[in-house]
């Protein structure tokens, strides 16, 4: 077990959780409820890869690594919409662009899941 790199993943959790609070309180601002989002889902990441590092069993391991990538597809997505809405452009931001925009990353977290079945992403490592 690598300890200091659990430590720096709590910390990093924790301050992800404090820009998700401090968000939280300043929401009239331009861009804070998806810098909200995006904290939510970078504390996700670093959570549940945090837990993959703890648990003792292959099968426990198995499920936390792919829960983080609830984390790992949607800081990209929530990222752009952050700056987007920084930028003053919240107006290119139709409800299809998001829609398009949530379209790769649930497919991927759809095949990440029914991967027994296909093996693409981890093969027979598991």
Do not use: C
């Amino acid at each position: 077990m690598n300890w200091p790199y659990v430590f720096a993943l709590v910390v990093s959790t924790v301050a992800a959780i404090y820009v998700s609070i401090v968000a939280w309180r300043r929401r009239p601002a331009p861009g804070v409820r998806s810098l909200m989002v995006l904290g939510v889902a970078i504390a996700t990441w670093t959570l549940t890869y945090t837990i993959h590092f703890l648990v003792a069993t292959e099968d426990a391991r198995f499920f936390w690594l792919r829960a983080t990538y609830l984390g790992v597809l949607s800081v990209p997505t929530t990222f752009l919409v952050f700056s987007i809405h920084y930028a003053n452009r919240g107006q290119w931001l139709k409800k299809y662009v998001i829609a398009l925009l949530t379209f790769e990353p649930l497919l991927t977290l759809i095949l990440l899941w029914t991967d027994p079945w296909h093996h693409l992403f981890f093969g027979d490592i598991y």
